[in-house]
Every structure is written in structure tokens, then in C-alpha cells.
């Protein structure tokens, strides 16, 4: 056989088998060339970039200490500051300070949002916390500190919507209970002037 009886057997398979002969020649092509260049190319050490943050340039927000405190007013505390801090700048609790109730319902370790209000309640001579769940003066219960039982005394609240109200505290205003869904809005218009959230 000759070269010339060869490639006239050979073009018909080269003409019917043509796209695919030229995507695997061209795919061998670019594997080849991409191992070589991978294997010719440089490690490059990566380097990450931080910023440094200057503790004056760090956010700001705003809380309202009151109660029971040495100097009650409003604070301007770095974010990401807790309830304690709150309490140092307001000087410290007070001597009437209720330090039962606050140790059992004030959560020292709470980082604290801007706009947030602490309410310090002092200790009453009749044995009972004046402010803790319900704020005198107007009989309202306290979303963020009321017991199951309190919060079930309210216009449709049952158990399952009470156990909500206390799996989602803190509120920073009674609003967020229908913003975290926690009750609907109809059910928030029925109990909003019988709740606090301070």
C-alpha cells in the first residue's frame, strides 16, 4: 500500500469524523499548555490587607440609664458595650438599688443597642420591687422582665405567644414584638398601652 491509496482512505474518515478530531486535538493543546504554565508560574505569597480602627473612630451609641443609679442620665458608650458598662457610667447602683431583682432579672453580659433604656428599680419597704415587672403609675406590665403568668394576664396571650414574648427578649420598644413577629399587629394594638418596654 502507498502513501497516496492511504490518504484516499483516510480522508473520508478524516471529512466524517473532522469536529471531533479538531475539539480533542485542540482540548490535548490546552490541557498541555495549562499544566506547563501551571507548573512554570511562581508561588506568590498572598497577603491580607487589614485596616487598622481607631478606638475614637469606632460607633457610638446612645443609652438611658434611670432608677436606682448614683448618676442617672444619658450615656454615649462605644458599640459593642454591655449592660454593666452602662451601669459604671451612671456611677454604680444606688443604696435603695433592689440588688435581689437585678441579680435575678438584669443581665450584666447583654450588649446593648443604641437607644436602649435601663431601668435600675429600687427596693420598696413593703418587700416588693416597685418597677420590676410592672411600672408603677399606670399599671403597665414589663415585656422584658414579666413572668408567663403576667404576660397570659394580657388580651390574647396565651401560653404559646407568652413563651415567644420571653424566647425573643430584649425588646427596645414594644413594637419590635410585632416586628420580630412575635405577636400580630392586631394583637399588639389590643395590649399596647397595658406594656412596657422599660
Do not use: C
Not at 26 to 42: C, R, Y
Not at 74 to 79: A, G, I, Q, R, V
Not at 115 to 139: C, T
Not at 184 to 198: G, H, N, P, R
Amino acid at each position: 500500500m502507498d502513501s497516496k491509496e492511504f490518504f484516499q482512505k483516510l480522508t473520508p474518515l478524516l471529512k466524517k469524523n473532522f469536529l471531533a478530531l479538531t475539539l480533542g486535538i485542540t482540548g490535548v493543546i490546552l490541557l498541555i499548555s495549562g499544566a506547563l504554565s501551571l507548573l512554570s508560574q511562581e508561588k506568590e505569597d498572598i497577603v491580607f490587607e487589614t485596616e487598622s480602627i481607631n478606638p475614637s473612630e469606632s460607633a457610638k451609641i446612645s443609652v438611658d440609664v434611670s432608677g436606682a443609679v448614683l448618676r442617672p442620665g444619658l450615656y454615649t458608650l462605644t458599640e459593642g458595650s454591655r449592660v454593666h458598662d452602662a451601669l459604671v457610667s451612671a456611677g454604680g447602683l444606688s443604696e435603695s438599688a433592689d440588688r435581689e431583682w437585678i441579680e435575678k432579672n438584669l443581665n450584666l453580659a447583654l450588649k446593648l443597642r443604641d437607644g436602649v433604656k435601663i431601668y435600675v428599680p429600687r427596693e420598696s419597704k413593703q418587700g416588693f420591687v416597685q418597677g420590676a415587672n410592672v411600672v408603677s403609675g399606670g399599671d403597665l406590665i414589663n415585656v422584658n422582665s414579666a413572668s408567663s403568668r403576667e404576660l397570659e394576664s394580657l388580651p390574647g396571650i396565651g401560653p404559646v405567644t407568652a413563651g415567644k414574648i420571653i424566647d425573643n427578649r430584649p425588646y427596645s420598644s414594644i413594637d419590635e414584638l410585632s416586628s420580630k413577629k412575635v405577636v400580630s399587629s392586631k394583637v399588639l394594638d389590643q395590649i399596647k398601652d397595658k406594656i412596657t418596654a422599660f
